[in-house]
């Protein structure tokens, strides 16, 4: 099977460890859900990045896999998650046996699929009524974020494409709703963001359209930031409004 484009899995080359770091984690909530509805009890991560939701699935699941194509965020994986294995195939080419698992999770990273393709490989790899979960982390508008986001969108070029050059936020709802699964639960749960200096340009940094340190108007781009967050910034916080989505679908 041909693998997805390269660039995809390069844009987060040399961003691991602000990833790792500076990236928020998912609500407690949302895992005991998953673990309410899976019938059995074998999972694996596709696009684990360095793990942040792989860590989550352990409060519940036990049998846990993950799969990441980028050799850095791997590297950050397995030095957060040692006792997780992760092998670095594509979600459209897993390398996991036929029929092997109950459910597959995609946190964050669904947009840098062929969705077709990725189909195709989830029906391979899941057992009968195994199921897909596609969770984003995704904020919520408010001043703050409009701001942050203009800047981005002056000094990164990337950012124009959104997710991955495909759909809006609204457009990838009614996909996943409507479009891609033979059936889909929606579940939705609050979990607010709260970032300090340090954290917020780190997360920043980390995002896939960032520019790098080597790049032109880098400076530029970090100051313009720390404006943004000295004008929003409460006790020397910033919170970023965000509900994290989950459709749970079959094929």
């Not at 041909?2 to 660039?7: H, I, L």
Request: glycine fraction near 6%; aromatic fraction near 14%.
């Amino acid at each position: 099977m041909n693998s997805p484009k390269m660039e995809n899995k390069d844009f987060f080359t040399k961003k691991s460890e602000d990833y790792s770091r500076y990236r928020p984690s998912y609500p407690a909530a949302a895992i005991s859900w998953l673990w309410e509805k899976c019938i059995g009890k074998c999972v694996v991560d596709i696009g684990a990045g360095t793990g942040i939701f792989t860590k989550c699935l352990k409060q519940c699941f036990e049998d846990i896999y993950a799969v990441e194509p980028n050799g850095d965020m791997r590297k950050q994986f397995n030095l957060f998650l040692p006792d997780i294995p992760c092998t670095g195939g594509y979600a459209e080419d897993t390398g996991l046996p036929n029929a092997s698992i109950d459910l597959i999770t995609v946190a964050q990273a669904f947009h840098w699929f062929d969705e077709d393709k990725f189909k195709l490989e989830a029906m391979r790899i899941l057992r009968p009524n195994g199921r897909v979960a596609i969770i984003w982390n995704t904020s919520v508008k408010n001043d703050f974020s409009v701001a942050r986001d203009k800047v981005c969108q002056k000094y990164c070029p990337r950012f124009s494409r959104g997710y991955a050059g495909k759909r809006t936020v609204e457009e990838g709802d009614v996909f996943l709703r409507s479009i891609y699964f033979k059936d889909v639960e929606f579940v939705e749960f609050d979990n607010p963001f709260a970032m300090d200096y340090d954290s917020f340009i780190g997360n920043i940094r980390s995002r896939s359209y960032a520019i790098l340190p080597n790049e032109k108007h880098y400076d530029d781009f970090i100051k313009e930031c720390g404006r943004v967050f000295n004008k929003y910034a409460v006790d020397g916080l910033v919170v970023e409004n965000q509900k994290t989505t989950i459709y749970l679908g079959r094929f």
